[in-house]
């Protein structure tokens, strides 16, 4: 069983829907959790971070993790087709290795995103 | 301000053939992780590096290795090319390696082996 699973999608969602997102984790460990939006030939780029259960808001996009079930999810409202991309659910904790250490990223394997208009 | 910037963009190497991939990050920032991504196997952590040293190193052979200099510019060399290691590899910088502070990734190196 990986670490963090998320639905691979494709998913495909006419223009203004609301678009659900979602990842579930094992490893009860991990501290921080993020969404990275990944756009074809491009590097991800960091939408949303959270540390604690609960919602956090940010314009058209609310991140939600529940710590208890180990389940975070993205919701985008309004989508337009700009939003089409590859949303990444990433998750950190503090590893250490031979005295040094440092928070390390796990990633899902992505959502494909497609917003008609 | 400058991104992070990855060179080169593509690749096209034979099996057994080495290949070396450098990373700038921000400036001012110390920590640079290398990632590879695959289809099959998503993005994977490669290694960490901060202040030149390797904090931190995924579960990758030896075959992969990294290093850091004194400008914080990291490169990455994979020696004896395997058709399997075929993948986007991208780098990431952060000012202090915090991950929840959020990494900044580059557009990566398209490494083709054949």
């Known amino acids: 069983q990986k670490e963090v699973e998320q639905d691979p999608g494709p998913l495909s969602v006419p223009e203004g829907a609301i678009v659900s997102l979602n990842c579930t984790y094992s490893?009860?460990?991990?501290?921080?959790f993020m969404w990275y939006r990944q756009y074809s030939r491009k590097g991800p780029e960091l939408l949303m971070y959270?540390?604690?259960?609960g919602n956090k808001e940010d314009g058209r996009f609310t991140a939600q993790v529940d710590k208890s079930s180990k389940y975070i999810s993205l919701f985008i409202r309004d989508s337009q087709p700009s939003d089409s991309a590859t949303y990444l659910c990433?998750?950190?904790?503090?590893?250490?290795?031979?005295?040094?250490?440092?928070?390390?990223?796990?990633f899902g394997k992505g959502t494909k995103l497609s917003v008609i208009p | 301000k400058a991104g992070v910037t990855q060179t080169p963009r593509y690749l096209i190497k034979t099996r057994g053939q080495q290949v070396t991939l450098s990373c700038s990050p921000i400036?001012?920032?110390?920590?640079v992780s290398w990632y590879q991504q695959t289809p099959g196997q998503g993005l994977q952590f490669l290694f960490e590096?901060?202040?030149?040293?390797?904090?931190n190193k995924g579960n990758f052979p030896g075959r992969f290795s990294g290093r850091q200099f004194s400008n914080s510019r990291s490169e990455m060399n994979v020696s004896t090319l395997e058709l399997g290691d075929s993948a986007l590899y991208l780098c990431?910088?952060?000012?202090?390696?915090?991950?929840?502070?959020?990494?900044?990734f580059g557009s990566g190196t398209r490494l083709t082996v054949v």
């Open positions: 990431a910088s952060s000012s202090t390696g915090i991950a929840n502070y959020g990494y900044t």
């Open positions: 490893n009860s460990a991990f501290q921080y």
């Open positions: 959270t540390y604690s259960s």
């Open positions: 990433a998750m950190s904790v503090y590893e250490e290795n031979s005295g040094a250490g440092s928070y390390q990223l796990t």
């Open positions: 400036s001012g920032h110390r920590s």
């Open positions: 590096y901060f202040s030149e040293t390797q904090r």
